[in-house]
C-alpha cells in the first residue's frame, strides 16, 4: 500500500521545511496523495483476475522408465542430464536440465566499449605492455578511463519500469568531478566499472522516492559499498527502510547500520563538492523530490517524477489541493537553468509531452527527457530523450576556481581508507604539503630498486605497477595510491609504475608525511605504522593474488581489500596440522594460499569436503554466536593461509 499510495502516517512532515521556507508553499501532502489515490483506481493500477493455483502449473510425474506423458503424443524422457522431448515416436529436442544464467545481464545495455569515441570523455590506453608471464599474478584490466567532468550529467537510464525495451531512470550528478548518483538502477556499478568508471567516485545517493523503479539499485549499492552516505527527506527515509526490511528480512535497525543517512532540509540549500543544492516536494502519487543544483554559474533542474501540466495545476487550486503560492513555484523558473531534466512518463501522475509544446524554442532545448519510453515521444513534439550512456554525459563548461581546486583534493584524499577519521588539522596539513604532479601516458617514472621519498595519490587516469622480483601485475585509478614503502628511509621501491593514460597525482614527501603524522609513535594504528605494514605485507605475500580466486572476496572494493590486507596473518601449516577440533572454541578462519585442506562437520562424519587455494574456511555460526566449534579442519598437505581473528 505504501508504495502505491505513501506512508500513512504524516505527523512530523512540516518539521522537514527550513524555518525560511514559505508557510504557503508547504504542500498539503494528504491532499496531494489522496487527489492521486482517488484517480487511481485499483482497476487502472492492476487488472486482477480469480485463479486458482492448477491453473498456472499442471503437475505431471516421471514414471519408474522415466517418462512423462503429455497431451498430443508428446512425452518428455528424462535422460543423462538433459531431457529429451518426444514427439509421435521421434526425438524432437535435448534441453539440459540446468540452466546458466549469466551474470548482470543488464550490463549488455550499454554499447560495446569498442564504439566509445567521444575523446573529450574517454582515454583509451594504448601503451605497449609486457605482460608477466608464468605463474605472475595479473590483474584484469579494462584500458578505459573516463574523464570524470567538473560538473555535468550522466543518464543510467531514462525509461520506466514498463518499458521491456529500456533501462529504468537513474543519473550521476558529477560536481567538481565526483559523483551523486540519484535513483541508480540495480547493476549501476558494474555498469560503470565496466566502462573505466571507478566506483570510489561516488560519494552519495538521493532517493527521490521509493517506487521500484527508482529505488532498487540504492539497496544494491547500499550492500556493496562502504558505507555510502544516502540523502532523502525522513519522509522518504522511513518509506524505504519499511519497504526493504519487508522485502529482505532485515530488521530497520540492522538496516540503518548500512549506510549513513543525511536528512534533507527543504528550502535550505545544500552544499555537496563544491555545488549547492536545493531539494523541494515534487507533484506526485507518494512523497517525491524535486532540486536544483548551481556549480559556479552554471545549474540543472531535476524535476522528480511529478505532474507538470498549467491546466491541470489550474483544476488542482479550484479543488483545493493546491494553493495559488505552490502552483505558481510548480510552473515559473523551472526551465530557467542551462540544463533541465523532466520527466514525462505515463499520465495521471506523470507529466504529459504535450505539458512542453507552447514553450518557447529556446527553453526546449535545454529540456531532456527522462522516464519515458523512446516510443513514446512524438517526433514534432520539439524536445528531446536523455541519451543513456557515459559517451552521452551532458557536460557543462565551467570556470575552475582555486577554491574548487581545493574542494577536489579534499574529496579524493579524504576518501582513502587510512586516511578517513584524521583531525582536521591533519587534513589541513595534507592540503598544503601535497603538491600536483602531472605524467605523459606511457612513461615508467618509478623503478623497482631505486630509492624512493614521495607517496602518490592518483587524481585523474590509470597506472600499472608491476614487479619481476614480486610477480605481479595490478592497475589503479583515481583515488588509489602507491609509493607506500617510501615512507619508510632507506627502503627502496618494490615495484615499476608506468603511466597507461595522462596523469594527475598528488605527491606527499616522506620528510612532509612524518611531519604530519610522526614517524616514530610506536602506535600499532598509527597512519604511517598501517602504511608500513601494508607495503610490508604486499612484499612478503600473495594476498591479493590469492582473493581474486575467491569470488566474495574478489569483489570487495579497493578499501574494503586494503582492510583486509591490514587485518589478515600469514601462517605456514604443516600436513596433519589440526587447525580446530569439534568443541573447540572458535578463534578464527582462514583463507587458503597454497595446500589442500578437509572439513568434516558433526553432522554428517562420515563425509569429508576438500578446500584448496582461494577458500574462504571458518566455523562462521560458532565465531558469530560465540559457541563450539561443529566442525574439525586439518591440513592433508603444507600449506600457507591467511588467517583473519
Known amino acids: 500500500r505504501e508504495t502505491l499510495l505513501g506512508p500513512e502516517n504524516y505527523n512530523d512532515f512540516e518539521d522537514e521545511f527550513d524555518s525560511s521556507y514559505d508557510k504557503e ?16 483506481t485499483i482497476d487502472i493500477l492492476v487488472d486482477f483476475a480469480v485463479f486458482n493455483f492448477d491453473i498456472l502449473v499442471d503437475f505431471a510425474v516421471f514414471n519408474e522408465k522415466g517418462i512423462v506423458e503429455l497431451k498430443d503424443g508428446v512425452c518428455v524422457k528424462r535422460a543423462d542430464e538433459t531431457f529429451v522431448i518426444i514427439e509421435d515416436g521421434k526425438e524432437i529436442a535435448i534441453i539440459p536440465d540446468h540452466v546458466e544464467v549469466q551474470n548482470h545481464e543488464a550490463l549488455k545495455d550499454y554499447k560495446s566499449l569498442k564504439t566509445l569515441n567521444n575523446k573529450d570523455l574517454f582515454s583509451v590506453s594504448n601503451v605497449d605492455v609486457e605482460h608477466i608471464k608464468g605463474g605472475y599474478y595479473v590483474e584484469n584490466f579494462n584500458p578505459i578511463s573516463f574523464k570524470v567532468p567538473t560538473f555535468g550529467v550522466t543518464i543510467l537510464g531514462s525509461s520506466h519500469g514498463f518499458d521491456p525495451h529500456g533501462t529504468t531512470s537513474g543519473l550521476i550528478f558529477w560536481v567538481n568531478g565526483r559523483g551523486i548518483a540519484l535513483d541508480p538502477p540495480p547493476y549501476s556499478l558494474e555498469k560503470l566499472r565496466a566502462i573505466g568508471v571507478p566506483s570510489n567516485l561516488i560519494d552519495y ?33 522511513g518509506s524505504f527502510l519499511r519497504k526493504y526490511t519487508a522485502i529482505t528480512g532485515i530488521s530497520i535497525e540492522n538496516l540503518k547500520k548500512l549506510f549513513l543517512f543525511r536528512p534533507i532540509k527543504i528550502g535550505a540549500p545544500l552544499y555537496l563538492n563544491g ?61 530557467d537553468h542551462d540544463v533541465v531534466l523532466h520527466e514525462a512518463g505515463v499520465p495521471p501522475i506523470h507529466t504529459p509531452i504535450s505539458a512542453f509544446k507552447d514553450l518557447p524554442p529556446e527553453k526546449k532545448e535545454r529540456i531532456f527527457l527522462y522516464h519515458v519510453a523512446q516510443k513514446d515521444i512524438p517526433a514534432d513534439a520539439g524536445v528531446r530523450s536523455a541519451k543513456t550512456g557515459v559517451e552521452n554525459t551532458i557536460v557543462l563548461d565551467t570556470k575552475e576556481n582555486e577554491l574548487l581546486s581545493i574542494y577536489k583534493k579534499l574529496d579524493i584524499i579524504s576518501n582513502i581508507d587510512i586516511f578517513q577519521n584524521l583531525p582536521v588539522r591533519n587534513v589541513r596539513d595534507l592540503l598544503e604539503s601535497s603538491k600536483v604532479e602531472k605524467i605523459k601516458a606511457g612513461e615508467i617514472f618509478i623503478k623497482e630498486g631505486e630509492l624512493g621519498e614521495k607517496f602518490y595519490i592518483i587524481a585523474e587516469g590509470i597506472v600499472r605497477t608491476y614487479s619481476e622480483k614480486l610477480g605481479f601485475e595490478r592497475y589503479m585509478e583515481v583515488g588509489d595510491y602507491f609509493g607506500e614503502a617510501s615512507l619508510k628511509k632507506g627502503s627502496k621501491r618494490t615495484a615499476n609504475v608506468q603511466a597507461m593514460t595522462d596523469l594527475v597525482l598528488y605527491t606527499i614527501h616522506r620528510d612532509d608525511f612524518y611531519f604530519i603524522f610522526g614517524g616514530d609513535s610506536g602506535s600499532y594504528d598509527s597512519v604511517t605504522d598501517r602504511f608500513i605494514r601494508l607495503n610490508q605485507k604486499r612484499q612478503s605475500s600473495k594476498l591479493i593474488a590469492t582473493m581474486s580466486k575467491n569470488s566474495l572476496l574478489n569483489d570487495f572494493n579497493r578499501a574494503q581489500k586494503v582492510q583486509f590486507e591490514l587485518i589478515v596473518t600469514e601462517k605456514k601449516v604443516e600436513e596433519g596440522e589440526v587447525l580446530w577440533r569439534i568443541g573447540d572454541k572458535p578463534e578464527y578462519g582462514f583463507l587458503i594460499q597454497k595446500g589442500e585442506f578437509e572439513l568434516v562437520n558433526q553432522n554428517n562424519p562420515d563425509e569429508e569436503e576438500d578446500f584448496t587455494s582461494g577458500a574462504f574456511v571458518g566455523d562462521f555460526p560458532a565465531m558469530i554466536k560465540g559457541g563450539p566449534c561443529t566442525c574439525t579442519v586439518k591440513a592433508v598437505s603444507k600449506g600457507i593461509i591467511y588467517a583473519i581473528r
Not at 287 to 304: E, Q, R
Open 25 to 40: 508553499l508547504i504542500p498539503d501532502i494528504r491532499k496531494e496523495t489522496g487527489y492521486f489515490a482517488g484517480k487511481l
Open 205 to 237: 545517493i538521493i532517493i527521490s522516492h521509493c517506487h521500484g523503479d527508482h529505488d532498487a539499485g540504492a539497496l544494491q549499492i547500499i550492500l556493496d559499498h562502504n558505507k555510502i552516505e544516502v540523502l532523502t527527506t525522513r519522509t522518504i527515509m
Open 275 to 335: 555545488g549547492v543544492f536545493k531539494f523541494d516536494y515534487s507533484l506526485h502519487s507518494i512523497p517525491a523530490l524535486c532540486f536544483s543544483v548551481k556549480f559556479n554559474d552554471k545549474s540543472i533542474f531535476f524535476s522528480g517524477d511529478t505532474l507538470y501540466d498549467p491546466e491541470r495545476l489550474d483544476e488542482l487550486v479550484k479543488l483545493g489541493v493546491l494553493s495559488q503560492k505552490r502552483r505558481d513555484s510548480m510552473v515559473n523558473g523551472r526551465f
